[in-house]
């Protein structure tokens, strides 16, 4: 097999590998942020459903769950910083983007929940 072949086959793989290594890279970098990011008056936002909300959540987190967030971006203030969440890093991923396309500017994505805790 050779390498070009190797390639061939598991890129698919090896992008999906990228993913899970940028996701986690960027959940470490927003986590090192995230006492400037308060000092600044950041909003911590978690965009999981009220359900997984109500089993464990971190402190001082606002839920807008993901399918009600477009509904409610008047909830979120576009001067101070926004900090997303949910089970995964997936949903909160797709609120910064819905955030971004709204005009927000300071949006940070920390992943799951949890990392809020860190």
Same mark, same amino acid.
């Given at each position: 097999?050779?390498?070009?072949?190797?390639?061939?086959?598991?890129? !698919? #793989?090896?992008?999906? &590998?990228?993913? +899970?290594?940028?996701?986690?890279?960027? $959940?470490?970098? =927003?986590?090192?942020?995230?006492?400037?990011?308060?000092?600044?008056?950041?909003?911590?936002?978690?965009?999981?459903?009220?359900?997984?909300?109500?089993?464990?959540?971190?402190?001082?987190?606002?839920?807008? !769950? #993901?399918?009600?967030? &477009?509904?409610? +971006?008047?909830?979120?203030?576009?001067? $101070?910083?926004? =900090?997303?969440?949910?089970?995964?890093?997936?949903?909160?991923?797709?609120?910064?983007?819905?955030?971004?396309?709204?005009?927000?500017?300071?949006?940070?994505?920390?992943?799951?929940?949890?990392?809020?805790?860190?």
């Amino acid at each position: 097999m050779t390498i070009w072949n190797f390639f061939e086959q598991y890129w !698919p #793989l090896m992008v999906f &590998g990228l993913w +899970l290594a940028y996701k986690w890279w960027n $959940s470490k970098r =927003v986590i090192a942020m995230l006492p400037e990011l308060k000092k600044n008056g950041a909003l911590l936002l978690d965009v999981r459903t009220a359900v997984e909300f109500s089993n464990g959540n971190a402190p001082g987190t606002l839920n807008i !769950p #993901l399918q009600e967030l &477009g509904g409610r +971006l008047s909830e979120i203030p576009k001067s $101070s910083p926004v =900090v997303l969440c949910c089970a995964s890093g997936t949903r909160s991923g797709m609120a910064k983007l819905l955030l971004m396309q709204n005009g927000y500017k300071q949006i940070h994505n920390i992943g799951p929940w949890g990392n809020f805790l860190k």
